[in-house]
T-cell receptor, first 113, second 113 residues
């Protein structure tokens, strides 16, 4: 069975500050891990993904995430928040590819000017 | 290349009615997945179709069904609508069934009154 826990349903950061969104997963087999972003009344946009190989994954818009198997974590970071980063972020896990995703409950990021 | 297109974008239906939502995947993509997004339950996987066959199914009642046509376009149907079916329904497409990236449409917002 798979599960995803996103700690913090709401996170606020100041513009220019570090963004850290937490994601822990549970999976009985090596998982695929994803971060998606959703803007109001929009679909989901893939930020980055981990499948195999390098554990530090770089994505779009300056985001990156590190797969830590020992901690079963896949936290999302960005060194400097921008106003345009305000959105909802979803961590997702799958054991069979991107066609069958199990999502966390999401973290709404607010960026304070 | 055009993205994933979902129609209609907004829909209002009455309890007890049925509804059909449509999804046109990115050209060349053969896998289509459907998700339901609600404030209470978050993002939940409904089902996945690949080459006109349902390959995976989430934990939803039989009132929720889908199909995929030979051109990879997909429809999902909800019969005997309930108030709790009000949600954003998202469609995602991938080139094949074990792909590691899914592209989402903007969704269909269904309101049941």
């Amino acid at each position: 069975a798979q599960s995803v826990t996103q700690l913090g349903s709401h996170v606020s950061v100041s513009e220019g500050a570090l963004v850290l969104l937490r994601c822990n997963y549970s999976s009985s087999v090596p998982p695929y891990l994803f971060w998606y972003v959703q803007y109001p009344n929009q679909g989901l946009q893939l930020l980055l993904k981990y499948t195999t190989g390098a554990t530090l994954v770089k994505g779009i818009n300056g985001f990156e995430a590190e797969f830590k198997k020992s901690e079963t974590s896949f936290h999302l970071t960005k060194p400097s928040a921008h106003m345009s980063d305000a959105a909802e972020y979803f961590c997702a896990v799958s054991v069979s590819g991107a066609n069958n995703l199990f999502f966390g409950t999401g973290t709404r990021l607010t960026v304070i000017p | 290349k055009a993205g994933v297109t979902q129609t209609p974008r907004y829909l209002i239906k009455t309890r007890g009615q049925q509804v059909t939502l449509s999804c046109s995947p990115i050209s060349g993509h053969r896998s289509v997945s459907w998700y339901q997004q609600t404030p209470g339950q978050g993002l939940q996987f409904l089902f996945e179709y690949f080459s006109e066959t349902q390959r995976n199914k989430g934990n939803f009642p039989g009132r929720f069904s889908g199909r995929q046509f030979s051109n990879s376009r997909s429809e999902m149907n909800v019969s005997t609508l309930e108030l709790g079916d009000s949600a954003l329904y998202l469609c995602a497409s991938s080139p094949d069934s074990l792909n590691t990236e899914a592209f989402f449409g903007q969704g269909t917002r269904l309101t049941v009154v």
